[in-house]
């Protein structure tokens, strides 16, 4: 059976929607683009001043984290996470991708790339 790698981007808070941003056709090539942060997918704003009472607002990257899942064809499929990642600040003022285990925070969600 054929299946794909779906790319998502997450904020720390779980109420904060997440965002399937697009999907590969092997994990080396989610991985890649995440690890690089292609197409800026962390959406780092680096030019905002640091938040002052409203967290949604901060410097550095707009999503927390990227999640792979493989996800075969058909209805509502239950997705296998591959690999989660965090959005780490680079001095330049961007940000990269880099390995990262499950976040307490989502321990309990499934089926994050297509809901």
């Not at 929607?17 to 997918?41: K, Y």
């Not at 640091?50 to 967290?55: D, F, H, M, R, S």
């Not at 990269?96 to 969600?109: A, D, M, T």
Request: glycine share 8%.
């Amino acid at each position: 059976m054929k299946t794909i790698f779906l790319v998502t981007t997450l904020y720390k808070d779980v109420r904060r929607p997440s965002r399937c941003v697009g999907w590969f056709e092997t994990l080396a090539e989610a991985e890649e683009h995440i690890e690089n942060n292609r197409g800026d997918l962390a959406e780092t704003f680096p030019d905002l001043p640091p938040a002052k009472t409203n967290e949604e607002y901060r410097s550095g990257p707009s999503y927390d984290y990227a999640v792979v899942e493989e996800v075969g064809p058909g209805l509502y499929r239950e997705s296998n996470v591959v690999s989660w990642w965090r959005f780490v600040p680079e001095p330049s003022g961007t940000s990269k991708g880099q390995r990262y285990e499950c976040p307490p925070e989502y321990k309990n969600v499934v089926a994050l790339g297509i809901g």
